[in-house]
């Protein structure tokens, strides 16, 4: 299981996207800036800075422009914005964003209820986008929610998803992500989508995007890992929801994800003392209780005093 | 990865000891007996009900032999009793209990910190108990904690390990418990562990017991799967934890296990609409919120209906 996975993973950050839009809270500009700088030094693969949505769809995220204006953009770092819709595209290219994130959901009934438009209607968008886009030199990052699971219409068929990948392909899209947006992935299922994407596609950046919604974040990485997959999306402490899923618990962590492949013997270039120090300010931004755990317990290298009960038990030569 | 995983998973419940021992108030021992004989009709494999150690040391399970004689004991399950000595024994042996649990650290400092006694002594111990309950029909389980890590000493060796099982071996233990007490195993590593248990003793009955301290639990038992494991504890509502383990969050949680081995398509044999019920019930007996997600967020099977919006959107005609 463990003899021929991927040695090098690359990490995507999507707290100040997935994690912000959803907080109770406005997080004011210039704190979402100073995080994005503070992450972008520690060596992760893209960080998904936020989503050019509109302003009332989601007020947390109304500063989109003002972010991606202000953070530095001088590490190797890719900066990706999340884009909805056409004007959204535009005010990237304004910006001169150089990856985007377009989504859609696997379900008609999800997508009506994230996008407001059928299937059909996300992928002539899509199509429109990467022609506005041509020669410009950005990349689309195609998504595809609930792959894994709908909470209105349960688990899609493997067809219907390859169907979908075909499609974005067609439209121009560079690279994939599949998105388990309210955490019903199996690692079993996990594992045969994946060995399926990269089978029919062994050249398409793939990118899986858990949440850890029913415990099963880690275990579904580890399946994906097991098929290959070596770029994964997360957010730091665990931030992050979905209005859909009622009583989500957010994404997979970032430093619990880093903590594990780190462990594992495998490649992030992550920095992850630098992960948990933000990881402990973000607690602070938000002011509430974070699910990530090595935070709490602290990485598993990092071993504890003797307690002086048994020293003295050591120095009374009962060892 | 999951061609050759085993199809029958035996869930053994350790809310009654190891979680209860820790909580800040005593439970009754009404609700114990309640609880355990709710538990016993839902399809584990074992319980174990309480440990025989000292009420001074662990004064929530100051009614252990209480407890034990008055559940009802008419179902398939195993009902153990933890035992940290030849008194506490005697108490099992006059009890009729079926089946008890030796624990000993692999660690010599998390051994004199957890039970006061060099491996050494515990080890001789261990000899005395077998043969005090020899012919008696009494089941021995060994259980080795600190198998994957040390808070004070970092990770033993696989040969430290396998030493220590033939000790167990030599001494006459029936079944063995590979325990990661403090939450600090990593998969590769349980899967290489695991693997060479079973190389050198195919026979043995081997349980695997995790924590979720750093959010590995369920990844962990995936590997350990891959490596033909097929027997694991874990808390009901995850509740549990290791006063030497300052942070951790407890054991892996009994439903979130359950629903992750049925959603892959494993036979467990257990109600899991009933462990979600008892869990519930839990909460409301220590008081306080429990780490289980399945229970907050509905095993993923269950689809929700859909929302008016999205209903009135398909009715218009946009799909």
């Known amino acids: 299981m463990f003899t021929e996975l991927p040695q090098r993973i690359r990490v995507n950050e999507v707290v100040t996207r997935d994690g912000f839009q959803s907080e109770p809270e406005f997080v004011p500009t210039t704190t979402k800036v100073e995080l994005i700088n503070a992450l972008a030094g520690l060596g992760l693969n893209k960080i998904e800075v936020t989503s050019f949505v509109s ?86 990052n195609g998504s595809l929610a609930t792959s894994f699971g709908c909470p209105f219409e349960g688990q899609p068929t493997q067809e219907r998803i390859l169907g979908l990948v075909d499609a974005y392909l067609e439209r121009g899209l560079h690279s994939l992500t599949l998105a388990d947006t309210t955490g019903m992935a199996a690692p079993n299922q996990v594992q045969s989508l994946c060995q399926a994407v990269r089978a029919r ?13 029913r415990g099963l974040g880690l275990a579904n990485v580890l399946a994906a890992l097991a098929a290959g997959v070596d770029q994964f999306d997360a957010s730091l402490g665990g931030l992050g929801g979905c209005p859909f899923a009622p009583g989500a618990t957010g994404n997979i962590c970032t430093e619990d994800l880093v903590h594990m492949l780190t462990e594992m013997g495998l490649q992030t270039g992550v920095d992850l003392d630098g992960l948990l120090l933000q990881s402990e300010r973000l607690a602070g931004i938000v002011n509430h209780d974070l699910p990530g755990q090595v935070r709490k317990a602290g990485p598993r290298r990092q071993t504890r005093p003797l307690p002086h009960s048994v020293k003295q038990l050591m120095q009374d030569g009962r060892t």
């Open 55 to 140: 302003p009332r769809a989601v007020p947390n995220l109304r500063d989109a422009a003002e972010v991606f204006a202000a953070i530095t953009r001088d590490t190797p770092t890719r900066y990706v914005a999340l884009v909805p819709n056409q004007q959204g595209c535009a005010r990237a290219l304004e910006l001169g964003v150089e990856e985007i994130n377009l989504v859609m959901s696997v379900s008609e009934s999800h997508n009506l209820a994230n996008m407001r438009m059928t299937c059909e209607q996300s992928l002539q968008q899509f199509g429109q986008i990467a022609d506005m886009t041509a020669g410009t030199g950005m990349r689309l």
């Open 201 to 213: 596609w062994p050249e398409l950046e793939l990118t899986l995007h858990f949440h850890n919604t």
